[in-house]
């Protein structure tokens, strides 16, 4: 389908049909650009709330003890000392997980590949310390060594975000910067709302591809593997 125009840097979107390659800036300016983006949203619409509440940051530093100290069945994200609170995920986004781990796994195996895939909710220590700890919706792992009964202490290979009206500011900015400085290779956010999925081949400094859901989406780390979100839904 025709991915319509738009001013609107949450999701990149141009006026192309297909597969879009947006303008000619690194992930890193990227990011800035969402945070400049958010500014001008906010200032322009300071009633529309919802955007901005969920996930909710707490401005304080605190470390992995808060996050191990929380109830059961309470989860959250800490990013450089900041907490955000995260809300239960709904269908749509828990089939995406079921359906893109099952087939990432699947194509692993077939090709005797050493990787792991791992679903949230599954810890990553990103900067190895006890400031930053993120449950990303689908962690593939290659380097064995890192991993332990907490989770892994490093840098994913790939990580996939699935986008919310609630947690988009986080993805395509906070999260965006964060995995880009830490080392992950290659970074997927499906956005359900829009129908598209932002890929950033972090590991050459590549720009974001833009997909629809119809397309075939070429995988970064795997150049045999195309992945269709609307075959995987039906």
């Not at 997980?97 to 195996?109: C, D, F, Q, T």
Request: charged letters at 25%; hydrophobic letters at 35%; a negative charge.
């Amino acid at each position: 389908g025709k991915v319509q125009e738009r001013l609107s840097l949450d999701n990149l979107v141009l006026n192309s049909p297909g597969r879009v390659k947006c303008t000619h800036l690194p992930a890193a300016s990227l990011s800035i650009l969402y945070v400049i983006y958010i500014f001008l949203s906010n200032s322009h619409h300071q009633n529309v709330k919802e955007v901005y509440t969920m996930p909710f940051s707490k401005e304080n530093t605190y470390t992995t003890d808060y996050i191990y100290s929380l109830p059961e069945g309470q989860r959250a994200e800490l990013i450089d000392g900041v907490i955000y609170d995260m809300a239960p995920p709904n269908r749509l986004h828990q089939e995406l997980v079921m359906n893109l781990s099952a087939e990432i796994r699947e194509y692993i195996s077939k090709n005797y590949g050493f990787c792991k895939v791992y679903p949230a909710p599954f810890a990553v220590f990103l900067n190895k310390d006890d400031k930053t700890y993120v449950e990303p919706d689908i962690s593939i792992i290659c380097d064995k060594s890192k991993l332990d009964d907490r989770g892994y202490n490093g840098a994913p290979d790939w990580i996939i975000e699935i986008a919310s009206s609630g947690t988009k500011r986080i993805d395509y900015g906070v999260k965006l910067f964060k995995y880009h400085s830490a080392g992950v290779r290659e970074y997927w956010i499906v956005n359900p709302l829009t129908r598209t999925v932002n890929v950033y081949d972090l590991e050459k400094e590549e720009l974001t591809d833009l997909y629809s859901f119809d397309d075939d989406i070429q995988v970064c780390i795997y150049d045999n593997l195309t992945i269709n979100i609307t075959e995987l839904l039906r």
